[in-house]
């Protein structure tokens, strides 16, 4: 990975520079090369101004002081002079390559300097071997043209300078690209730790070790949101898998007694038959109940540990008054009144509050004494619904009220019930995002308040 970010890196680098330094040295080339051709051609211009009154008097006595100019120039520069006149024979010439008269009237650029014109350029040299860089100016007087002069430059120079130039910004570029693998490298390997810590934690979950946790280093903000959101993750399938194990040990312990009953009804229903003969077979039907009242209330639970049905707009007020009269005749049954009051719509799944309610019911019912009130009441506290189910029954100790929520607890008595109605309720109200608590009442009994999201 640190290579794969590291050559990242350099490669961004490079783009990066050769956009920079290319277009820099072909720009740097172009500016010397306009720069010496414009020194030049005002040296050659400057000749040609001196040269003017030689040529025009056609006084030969002259010309060893412009050909003695012509020579130090060549001497100082580095270049060559030549000045002819208007017919392009040669006056003047600091490197002829033979001896004798040449005329340069062919020349290209003798031609444009004689019709009055500068002309400059570069060309290679067959003679010497190498390009050069000329100027020809017209030598003048009066509006007409008496002769040339034209000066030429090795490019070498020009293309040492060049060259010198491109070195400069390889050595530039080389440096940039040596710092930049020395920030790259910190920075891969700043990314690569967290990450192989993050690695490893996740090869020790997979394994089934859900105690791993992945590091949270100083890295990048995304990185260390990356290793805690895997902590979170872990830490819940965690949680998830101690409640799984924890479930199945305690159902494992509540099925074994009705099992472990109904086959003792069963074989004393062999040996032992009364006068009617149905006792036996009562009371295994008795332990047939139980057993598939145990079933269906397990599975209650593991529906709402995976509940994922979508919470809606419920009016908790009618769903009260709903259940209310659902549970009215078995109230009644036990001398107990039921009532319901209030109004408030929540956020929450619908068959969900509808089974808290009938939970909470079915225990109120179950604890309040005869001739007493069970009452529904659904009110709304800002940005939540609380429903509070208060029945005047024997209540809960302070330790009894913390341990009501736990599965398969049934306050020590061992009957009434599996245990599992308060987990049942709690587990369903959290799915939507609510709690749920009990509490004394003034008059002596037991309060239930669910507190629910509003809509």
Not at 165 to 184: C, E, M, N, S
Not at 325 to 353: K, M
């Amino acid at each position: 990975m640190t290579r794969r970010l590291l050559i990242s890196y350099l490669s961004l680098a490079i783009v990066v520079l050769a956009m920079l330094e290319v277009p820099l040295g072909f720009i740097n080339a172009r500016n010397e090369k306009e720069r010496l051709t414009s020194k030049v051609e005002r040296d050659a211009v400057a000749i040609a101004s001196l040269a003017e009154s030689t040529i025009e008097g056609e006084r030969p006595s002259n010309r060893p002081a412009i050909r003695s100019l012509a020579r130090s120039y060549a001497a100082d520069t580095g270049g060559r002079v030549v000045i002819t006149d208007r017919a392009g024979i040669a006056l003047v010439d600091t490197a002829p390559p033979s001896p004798g008269r040449r005329s340069f009237a062919t020349r290209p650029e003798f031609r444009a300097a004689l019709s009055g014109d500068v002309a400059t350029g570069t060309r290679s040299s067959s003679t010497l071997g190498y390009d050069l860089l000329y100027v020809a100016v017209p030598v003048s007087s009066g509006g007409n043209v008496l002769g040339a002069v034209r000066v030429t430059y090795p490019t070498s120079e020009l293309d040492r300078r060049v060259r010198n130039y491109w070195i400069a910004l390889a050595g530039i570029a080389v440096v940039v690209l040596a710092v930049a693998t020395l920030i790259g490298l910190s920075f891969a390997r700043w990314i690569r730790r967290p990450l192989e810590g993050l690695e490893e934690a996740a090869a020790d979950a997979g394994a089934g070790d859900l105690s791993a946790r992945a590091p949270v280093p100083d890295a990048p903000p995304e990185l260390r949101r990356l290793a805690l959101e895997f902590n979170d993750m872990v830490a819940r399938v965690e949680g998830l898998v101690s409640v799984q194990q924890s479930f199945v040990a305690d159902a494992s312990h509540e099925l074994r007694t009705p099992l472990t009953a109904l086959r003792l009804r069963l074989e004393n229903l062999e040996r032992h038959v009364d006068e009617s003969g149905n006792v036996g077979l009562e009371a295994a039907s008795a332990e047939v109940d139980r057993l598939s009242a145990l079933v269906e209330e397990l599975l209650a639970l593991a529906r709402a540990d995976a509940g994922t049905a979508p919470a809606e707009s419920v009016d908790l007020a009618c769903e009260a008054a709903g259940r209310v009269e659902t549970w009215r005749p078995v109230a009644g049954s036990v001398r107990i009144e039921l009532e319901a009051n209030g109004i408030a719509a929540a956020r929450v799944g619908r068959d969900r509050i509808t089974q808290v309610l009938d939970n909470l019911l079915s225990n109120a019912v179950r604890h309040a004494p005869g001739s007493s009130v069970v009452t529904v009441r659904v009110a709304r506290r800002g940005h939540q619904v609380e429903l509070r189910v208060v029945d005047h029954g024997p209540g809960l100790t302070d330790e009894q009220k913390a341990r009501a929520f736990d599965r398969f607890w049934r306050g020590g008595s061992g009957g009434g019930g599996s245990g599992l109605g308060l987990a049942i309720a709690r587990r369903l109200v959290e799915v939507d995002g609510g709690t749920i608590e009990l509490r004394d009442t003034a008059g002596g009994g037991l309060e239930a308040v669910v507190r629910v999201p509003a809509a």
